[in-house]
């Protein structure tokens, strides 16, 4: 992997999602079926059917093994499932869902809201509304969706070791009102409980501050690799050159020091919960 990974798009319409679209029209089709028939044998309907073959919709792993078995693909439909689910994720975004995935250690910096692996769905829902342009309601459920599945890194066994420093600007910042900021909140609480995972906040108060150059994220992979990962503006890097991730370590360790530990953070979230 290159220091800097430039990531293929995937967007609707194109990429793996024309390839899986045209792959299942032929299987399709030589199983003489129409598309009626092949959405009651797996639970969806004729139009479903045609958005998948369309490439405007992305089909979720379990009709894509439904189909594979019912129109006798051998494999080939389902072996295409790893690519056609990274699409549910921004371009930028998918090789760093992929190291996400697999990681044994996750820390992240926080600063614009709260990191995606802690967001309630109803505060996910609220960001994805708010993005600059406005995305099409089809692809906000569809982002809403690949980042609460993301969220299954809390289930998994053995459990990764995860830590999040959060600035307390974002915390104060009621994205999606009130009610929408005290189920996150109440949410946070809720992760908190967690063994494997620490939750620290930043406060406004700190007159020294290790990460005025922006947020990232530190990933350590089953091999013992080592990457940081940074975006902005919808441009993002993927960092394995050694040094670079040292420096990004370094920076981390510094704001853990500088941020409140986690039973203060807990205190704090609390607090702000018994205020409003």
Not at 26 to 46: C, H, N, P, Q, V
Not at 157 to 173: G, K
Not at 256 to 267: D, L, V, Y
Request: aromatic letters at 8%; charged letters at 30%.
């Amino acid at each position: 992997m290159d220091d800097e990974v430039q990531q293929p798009e995937y967007e609707f319409g194109t990429g793996i999602l024309c390839v899986f679209g045209r792959q299942l029209k032929l299987f399709r089709e030589r199983a003489g079926m129409d598309r009626a028939r092949l959405g009651s044998l797996t639970g969806y309907s004729a139009s479903t059917i045609a958005s998948f073959e369309q490439a405007r919709r992305i089909p979720p792993p379990k009709f894509i093994d439904q189909a594979d078995e019912v129109l006798e693909a051998v494999g080939v439909l389902s072996a295409s499932k790893e690519e056609v689910a990274r699409a549910q994720y921004p371009a930028f975004f998918r090789d760093a869902a992929k190291l996400e995935a697999e990681a044994l250690v996750l820390h992240v910096y926080a600063t614009q809201a709260v990191p995606g692996l802690l967001q309630s769905e109803e505060y996910a829902r609220a960001v994805f509304a708010m993005w600059r342009p406005e995305l099409d309601e089809e692809v906000v459920e569809q982002r809403l969706t690949a980042r609460l599945a993301r969220q299954g890194i809390f289930s998994r066994r053995p459990a990764p070791h995860l830590s999040f420093v959060i600035e307390e600007a974002v915390l104060l910042r009621p994205l999606g009102g009130e009610a929408v900021w005290r189920g996150q909140l109440e949410h946070l609480m809720l992760i908190t409980e967690k063994r494997n995972v620490e939750i620290q906040v930043m406060p406004l108060s700190r007159q020294e501050h290790a990460g005025l150059a922006g947020p990232f994220t530190l990933m350590e992979m089953k091999d013992g690799r080592r990457i940081g990962y940074a975006e902005v503006q919808g441009d993002s890097r993927v960092h394995t050159e050694r040094q670079r991730v040292r420096e990004l370590e370094r920076t981390y360790g510094t704001l853990r020091a500088q941020a409140h530990t986690p039973a203060e953070s807990r205190a704090l979230i609390e607090k702000l919960l018994g205020e409003r």
